[in-house]
């Protein structure tokens, strides 16, 4: 009888698992194809490559593509790196959780269902552990954009704004302020272990948070170039369509408002689908004050958009299907 019952249940479960699966699919490709079916910006892109000539087009978009590629096999391998504690991964393993979580991402507000999509690789019992390292490497990225985007802003302000001499002062130190903290929490990411043993509701997921003392400074430091990495990979995706699209623009303010603009795009809570919006409208406004191109870098926004979040998204719809949400993973 015993026996019988839990065929049941595990016979339920499947069935679970494969309706929450064609959900997401279904989900995901519904709303892809409303917000692509006429997407204006990466129309205007198309007219603006075509008319660079059939071999810079294949060239530039293939490089940014193979890019698109590097820069997520590096999380992959950060990946693989920060789950030594958890449990080991193979590098393929990796590559799946990483597109898996892009799938989820897709459609779940500032991109929390990456969380999700990418623990679930993960035996059943370590998925939290995996969610507390994964926000060990998200920390990594957002220091990198934080630094360089803090020192960008007050560039910016000092450059494009009359505030005087004591207000340029202000905005260099209160940059430099906000990126030293940032450095400083992430190099002492334990401390985050200590704060939760004193907030009550919190105390229940301690034991989970005690494996942020398991990572040192110096496997901080590689989690840290690694991120690093994948931070000079998709600046230069920005960098190449720009300097394609409007030669004549200036690279080192280009490359500040860059640093700009990924800044915003951390600090605002968005969902990925409709993350070109905000990307458009702010390249737009940044690079008003430098180039007169504004058709030319919304177009840009939105072909990073697809080419570094959707297109991956789509990849990783293939790899929804080998989770298992009730117990291993098959791989």
Request: charged share 15%.
């Amino acid at each position: 009888m015993h026996a019988k019952t839990l065929g049941l249940t595990n016979r339920a479960k499947r069935i679970a698992g494969i309706v929450i699966k064609i959900t997401i699919l279904l989900l995901v490709a519904w709303v892809l194809y409303h917000k692509l079916n006429n997407h204006q910006n990466l129309m205007e892109f198309n007219r603006l490559m075509r008319n660079l000539g059939a071999g810079t087009v294949a060239i530039t978009l293939t490089i940014v593509v193979v890019l698109m590629f590097v820069n997520w096999i590096l999380e992959a391998v950060k990946w693989k790196y920060l789950c030594r504690y958890i449990e080991r991964i193979s590098l393929w393993q990796s590559i799946q959780a990483v597109f898996c979580g892009l799938t989820w991402a897709a459609f779940t507000p500032n991109r929390i269902g990456e969380y999700g999509g990418r623990v679930m690789f993960l035996k059943p019992r370590k998925r939290i552990f995996g969610v507390v390292a994964m926000g060990v490497g998200a920390l990594a990225q957002l220091v990198l954009t934080s630094v360089a985007g803090s020192l960008s802003i007050a560039w910016f302000t000092i450059r494009f704004f009359d505030i005087g001499w004591w207000g340029e002062i202000g905005m260099w130190v209160l940059a430099i302020s906000y990126a030293g903290i940032f450095l400083l929490l992430y190099f002492n990411v334990r401390w985050i272990d200590r704060l939760i043993r004193h907030i009550g509701f919190m105390k229940r997921f301690y034991r989970f948070f005690e494996l942020l003392n398991r990572y040192d400074r110096r496997e901080l430091t590689v989690i840290f170039l690694q991120s690093l990495g994948r931070f000079v990979v998709f600046t230069s995706q920005y960098c190449i369509l720009m300097l394609v699209l409007i030669p004549s623009i200036d690279f080192i303010p280009m490359l500040l408002m860059i640093f700009i603009l990924f800044f915003v795009q951390a600090a605002l809570p968005t969902l990925d689908l409709f993350d070109f919006g905000l990307r458009s409208v702010t390249a737009s406004y940044l690079y008003s004050h430098i180039t007169d191109h504004d058709i030319a870098v919304m177009a840009i926004a939105s072909c990073i958009w697809f080419i570094n979040l959707i297109l991956p998204a789509i990849l990783g719809s293939v790899f929804v299907l080998k989770i298992n949400f009730f117990g291993n993973t098959t791989h």
